[in-house]
């Protein structure tokens, strides 16, 4: 067991490479039935120490009244009791995932892609708040021959967002070229392909629909980090160096390579949002720079709406509708529509 001055010296050290786990004493720093993340959220020092873990591809996956416990991103499939049982999949790249369907995948004609969004409590000590299952009864309101692949989002501290990071720059590569594998290997029409999340799925449903060519319904997105940098003291831990590039900016050169190539009739850029979300101003200022005719702009004004999280809640059969229409091939008018 470390204390927190022997976790630094090893952060900063070449024989962290070869460690598979780390153990970190944290009960000098709080009371109990805390875990690091916790305790970081008001202590600098420990924040910092934190993001270095972070930075290294260490991972809090359990914790106890006086120890936080991380795993090395590579050793996770041995450890995480989802993968051992079979209940998850494992890429070649190490990606974990899982399929579903209502009927024989090789009989699918469609697929949904789900990014998870936060976890329902982001600073848990569990390896699942990388993969948050949003939308559990999916296969009841979409089309029979829809296949469902759902993309843990593991990197960062509670999540990378499915974009690149400092510890694994290939990732977002790694995600899209699942995506394309399993559209080969099932023969899917690729018009019939619909990358789906909310929040953080939000933020990687539209990242990997512009990056790929495909179609995405992508609800309240975080594109900018400031808000929750400045207003939740950094509660997504993207004010450190874990990111290649900030969201904002990474957005605006995906936008650039987006607008410059060919695209094929059937991309659809769908974002759902409200005004009465906080995340409004930065989704829409980013959505007018896509090109026109790709991007379809939902604005829902329902006055159940009061907060981000609401946006997800008060729009899902609106968003719904979206996916199954397109699922079925059929495109919506580009532009802004108010609902």
């Known amino acids: 067991m470390n204390d927190l001055a022997r976790v630094n010296e090893e952060i900063s050290s070449s024989s962290m490479d070869q460690m598979h786990s780390v153990e970190v004493d944290h009960g000098q720093y709080a009371e ?4 690091l993340i916790q305790i970081a959220a008001t202590n600098a020092q420990v924040k910092d120490s934190l993001y270095g873990l972070a930075g290294r591809g260490f991972h809090l996956y359990k914790s106890d009244d006086t120890t936080s416990w ?19 999949s494992v890429a070649d790249s190490g990606l974990i995932y899982t399929m579903s369907s209502s009927i024989d995948i090789d009989q699918c004609k469609s697929m949904l892609v789900i990014f998870s969004s936060m976890a329902d409590d982001l600073n848990k000590s569990s390896l699942n708040r990388y993969f948050e299952p949003n939308f559990k009864s999916v296969h ?13 989002d593991i990197g960062g501290v509670v999540g990378g967002f499915y974009m690149p990071t400092t510890f694994d720059p290939l990732s977002a590569s790694k995600v899209s070229n699942l995506i ?32 790929s060519g495909l179609t995405c319904v992508s609800v309240d997105p975080v594109v900018h980090d400031s808000f929750y940098e400045q207003t939740y003291n950094d509660s997504h831990w993207t004010a450190g160096s874990l990111f290649t590039l900030k969201k904002e900016e990474e957005f605006n050169q995906m936008v650039t390579s987006y607008s410059s190539r060919e695209r094929a009739d059937y991309e659809s850029i769908g974002v759902v949002c409200s005004p009465r979300s906080p995340l409004f101003d930065s989704i829409t200022e980013f959505t007018d720079k896509i090109p026109q005719d790709s991007a379809r702009v ?17 729009t899902l059969r609106t968003v719904t509708g979206l996916i199954n229409s397109y699922l079925l091939g059929i495109r919506t008018e580009p532009g802004k529509v108010h609902f």
Do not use: C
């Not at 090395?72 to 209940?87: C, M, P």
């Not at 594998?181 to 512009?210: C, Q």
């Open 32 to 35: 109990s039935k805390k875990n």
């Open 70 to 88: 991380f795993v090395a991103q590579r050793k996770i499939v041995d450890l995480w009791r989802r993968v051992r049982q079979g209940e998850l």
């Open 298 to 314: 939902f604005i829902s004004n329902n006055p159940k709406i009061d907060s981000h999280p609401g946006v997800s809640r008060e």
């Open 180 to 211: 394309e594998a399993i559209i080969s290997r099932h023969g899917i029409d690729r018009k019939r392909v619909v990358l789906y999340g909310a929040s953080k799925g939000g933020t990687g449903s539209l990242y990997h629909a512009m990056m």
């Open 140 to 152: 009841k309101f979409v089309p029979d021959d829809t296949l469902v692949l759902r993309i843990a």
